[in-house]
């Protein structure tokens, strides 16, 4: 499908129900003036340990991570690999290493998520504990189970978009599966993967507002090509007007800086990206 097909392909945000509006935000105490949460995705610092990564985003001056599954923990865990299945000590140390850097979990993804009740339920629970806001996935075919749990536990869900041919590159594929769903289920707008894909960010944005609930934010040097990430500010990704568009319709989610460039030597660049939000966050109070 080609960008003119796929923006005449559902209604505009403007027209869409009041009851798919975003519901309850992320804990206020993260929450900048413009009433969404600053984080960064735990996979830019993918090179480095979970603990690590924690202590890299309170340096960048975010208040959030986005946590990621199988990435070593480190501190006294070593290799240990976060998600589902670790202990209650591994978890209560995560827990307490990212109090001391006063940073908040707020999401965790991407990450598979199965079909059957029991093993999805294990999802939940881990998100319950972390007392995250969302879950990031790209298990469409998992939709009836995550609408159920996701409504049990009021947790989101946030549909995440690889770049074409990946399964869910074209926002209308996911469109097709929610727009009459729990208000919980929405995007995880991966901005630069539709920059990637040849979609432009804030067109589809326009169509789609009322359902994102949460950001993978980007900027790149086209539209029409892959690029490697930039500093937000620095590309052609109009990531501000992106944002006024999403909070027309009550946004109250993460907006995750996911750098994928310069992977051992980024926190200059996502502290800018950092600083560009705070900006945005300043001007738009």
Same mark, same amino acid.
């Given at each position: 499908m080609?960008r003119?097909?796929?923006?005449t392909?559902i209604p505009?945000?403007?027209? =869409?129900?009041a /009851?798919?509006a !975003?519901?309850e %935000?992320?804990g206020k #105490?993260? *929450? #900048?003036?413009?009433?969404f949460?600053?984080?960064v995705?735990?996979?830019s610092?993918?090179e480095?340990? *979970?603990?690590q990564?924690?202590?890299?985003?309170a $340096?960048?001056?975010?208040?959030?991570?986005e946590?990621f599954?199988?990435q070593?923990? @480190?501190g006294a865990f070593?290799d240990t690999?976060? @998600?589902?299945?670790i202990?209650?000590?591994? =978890?209560?140390?995560?827990?307490?290493?990212l109090?001391k850097? !006063?940073?908040a $979990?707020?999401?965790?993804?991407?990450?598979?998520?199965s079909?059957d009740?029991?093993?999805?339920?294990?999802?939940f629970?881990?998100?319950?504990?972390l007392?995250?806001y969302?879950v #990031?996935t790209?298990? *469409?075919?998992?939709?009836d189970t *995550?609408e +159920?749990? /996701?409504e049990?536990?009021d947790i989101k869900?946030c549909?995440?978009n690889? %770049?074409?041919?990946t399964?869910?590159?074209d926002?209308?594929?996911?469109?097709?599966?929610?727009?009459d769903?729990?208000k !919980?289920i929405?995007y995880?707008?991966?901005i630069?993967?539709?920059? /990637?894909s @040849?979609l432009?960010p804030l067109?589809?944005?326009k169509?789609?507002?009322?359902?994102?609930h949460?950001?993978?934010?980007?900027d790149?040097a /086209?539209i029409?090509?892959w690029?490697?990430?930039r500093?937000?500010?620095?590309?052609?990704i109009?990531n501000m007007?992106?944002?006024d568009?999403v909070r027309k319709?009550?946004f109250?989610g !993460?907006? #995750?800086?996911?750098?994928?460039?310069?992977? +051992?030597?980024?926190?200059p660049?996502?502290a800018q990206?950092?600083?560009?939000?705070?900006?945005?966050?300043?001007m738009r109070?």
């Amino acid at each position: 499908m080609n960008r003119r097909s796929f923006l005449t392909a559902i209604p505009a945000a403007s027209v =869409l129900l009041a /009851s798919q509006a !975003n519901a309850e %935000p992320i804990g206020k #105490t993260v *929450l #900048t003036d413009a009433g969404f949460a600053i984080t960064v995705q735990c996979w830019s610092f993918r090179e480095f340990t *979970l603990f690590q990564a924690i202590e890299m985003a309170a $340096a960048a001056g975010v208040s959030g991570v986005e946590v990621f599954p199988d990435q070593k923990i @480190g501190g006294a865990f070593g290799d240990t690999r976060f @998600g589902p299945g670790i202990s209650d000590d591994q =978890l209560k140390a995560i827990i307490d290493h990212l109090k001391k850097n !006063n940073i908040a $979990a707020v999401n965790i993804g991407v990450i598979g998520i199965s079909k059957d009740e029991a093993e999805a339920r294990k999802v939940f629970e881990l998100a319950k504990k972390l007392d995250l806001y969302g879950v #990031t996935t790209e298990s *469409l075919d998992a939709i009836d189970t *995550l609408e +159920k749990l /996701s409504e049990e536990y009021d947790i989101k869900v946030c549909f995440h978009n690889h %770049p074409k041919p990946t399964a869910l590159w074209d926002p209308k594929t996911v469109w097709d599966v929610i727009k009459d769903r729990h208000k !919980n289920i929405g995007y995880c707008a991966d901005i630069g993967h539709w920059a /990637s894909s @040849g979609l432009d960010p804030l067109e589809v944005i326009k169509k789609i507002a009322p359902r994102v609930h949460s950001f993978h934010m980007k900027d790149r040097a /086209s539209i029409t090509e892959w690029t490697h990430d930039r500093p937000f500010g620095t590309g052609v990704i109009n990531n501000m007007a992106i944002l006024d568009e999403v909070r027309k319709h009550g946004f109250a989610g !993460n907006v #995750t800086i996911e750098y994928e460039h310069n992977w +051992k030597t980024s926190l200059p660049e996502i502290a800018q990206c950092a600083g560009y939000l705070r900006a945005y966050s300043k001007m738009r109070a």
